[in-house]
Nanobody, 123 residues
Framework: QVQLVESGGGLVQAGGSLRLFCAAS????????MGWFRQAPGKEREFVTG????????SYADSVKGRFTISRDNAKNTVYLQMNSLKPEDTAVYYC????????????????WGQGTQVTVSS
C-alpha cells in the first residue's frame, strides 16, 4: 500500500502561482512513477503531468506545457507540482497518484490515489 496526501491547493487570481505537494508513505516511494490528475465539476478526471521513478523523464498535457512543472524528491517521499500563469480553466480538484513501473497518462495506469486538493482560479 502507498498512502498519498496532497496539500497546497487554494484560491488564486488568474496569472498567479501555486505549488502543490504530495507526501507519500508506505511502500518504497522510489519504485513508483507519480502523476498529477485533475477533475473539474461535470468532467472526467484528466492527466496533467507525470514523472518517472527516477525523475529523469516527465510528461505534460498540452494544456499545461510551459506553465506547470512536476518534480520529486525521493529522499523526502514527496512529489511537487509548480503551477504558474494559472487560468480559470485550471480550476479543479487535483489528485496525486502512484503507479508501479513505467510512466503513463491513463488513470488505469495508477494504483494509488490521494484524496485531492482544490485549486480555484478566479478571473
Amino acid at each position: 500500500q502507498v498512502q498519498l496526501v496532497e496539500s497546497g491547493g487554494g484560491l488564486v487570481q488568474a496569472g498567479g502561482s501555486l505549488r502543490l505537494f504530495c507526501a507519500a508513505s508506505g511502500r518504497t516511494f522510489s519504485n513508483y512513477a507519480m502523476g498529477w490528475f485533475r477533475q473539474a465539476p461535470g468532467k472526467e478526471r484528466e492527466f496533467v503531468t507525470g514523472i518517472t521513478w527516477s525523475g529523469s523523464r516527465t510528461s505534460y498535457a498540452d494544456s499545461v506545457k510551459g506553465r506547470f512543472t512536476i518534480s520529486r524528491d525521493n529522499a523526502k517521499n514527496t512529489v511537487y507540482l509548480q503551477m504558474n500563469s494559472l487560468k480559470p480553466e485550471d480550476t479543479a480538484v487535483y489528485y496525486c497518484a502512484a503507479g508501479f513501473g513505467n510512466l503513463g497518462t491513463s488513470t488505469a495506469r495508477y494504483d494509488y490515489w490521494g484524496q485531492g486538493t482544490q485549486v480555484t482560479v478566479s478571473s
